[in-house]
């Protein structure tokens, strides 16, 4: 399996900004570059009635979609577990 490239939507990379706590904010960011290596880790849980997964990172989550054919993953959203799944995913 080759390396992913992964881009980061506008509003995503808005979301993660508005995170107050650096160190929360870094440790989203590594998870994020961990999935050009591996797209579904053992964490990661698919979506019901979405071709979108998850990965958790304390009490956030990074809602993404992979495109294996591209090897390219998208990182859709990133938020607060009580309001990540809320809208148009």
Partial sequence: MGKYKVFIKPAAVK???AIPQKKI??????RIQDLATDPRPNSSKKL???DRYRIR??????????????????????????NV???AL
């Fill in 15 to 17: 979301e993660i900004e």
């Fill in 25 to 30: 904010r870094q440790q989203i960011i590594r």
């Fill in 48 to 50: 019901t009635g979405h």
């Fill in 57 to 82: 990172q304390g009490v956030y989550r990074v809602v993404y979609a992979v495109e294996d054919e591209k090897l390219v993953i998208y990182i859709v959203k990133v938020g607060h577990r009580k």
């Fill in 85 to 87: 799944y809320r809208g």
